[in-house]
């Protein structure tokens, strides 16, 4: 599974960032996860962030570790998405992704490889 959590001012928002398109298969009681891409539409007029938690998502794996995450940050002023450093690991993690990145009449694509990353628009 894969959530999405806007913060600000330590508070749940609506506004920001929203990621789409991500498929998946199930294949009996086992569900398999093929990340094609991630699409990020970012809608400017204030700073953002949230943060991208990814598990095996079969299990119970993540009590004890398993997992990894990345953060998003969306500076308004500098008209900037900064993808941060992916922290933390588990079985089957995708070592690079292909991030599409969305602001109005603008588009970007990031081949991600867990490295921070900014997008200047």
């Excluded at 600000?8 to 990340?35: Q, W």
């Excluded at 794996?61 to 940050?73: D, K, L, R, V």
């Excluded at 900037?80 to 995708?94: A, D, N, V, W, Y």
Aim: with cysteine; glycine share 8%.
């Amino acid at each position: 599974m894969y959530s999405l959590i806007l913060i600000d001012d330590e508070k749940e928002i609506c506004t920001g960032i929203y990621p789409g398109r991500v498929f998946f298969s199930a294949f009996g009681s086992l569900s398999v996860i093929y990340l094609i891409y991630l699409f990020f539409v970012v809608y400017p007029g204030r700073d953002a962030s949230f943060l991208l938690y990814e598990d095996e998502g079969n299990n119970y794996n993540y009590e004890s570790g398993a997992y990894s995450t990345i953060e998003f940050e969306w500076d308004d002023n500098r008209q900037t998405l900064t993808i941060g450093k992916c922290t933390g690991s588990f079985e089957g993690m995708q070592e690079e992704r292909v991030f599409i990145i969305k602001l109005a009449d603008r588009e970007q694509v990031v081949n991600y490889r867990g490295k921070k990353v900014e997008c200047k628009f």
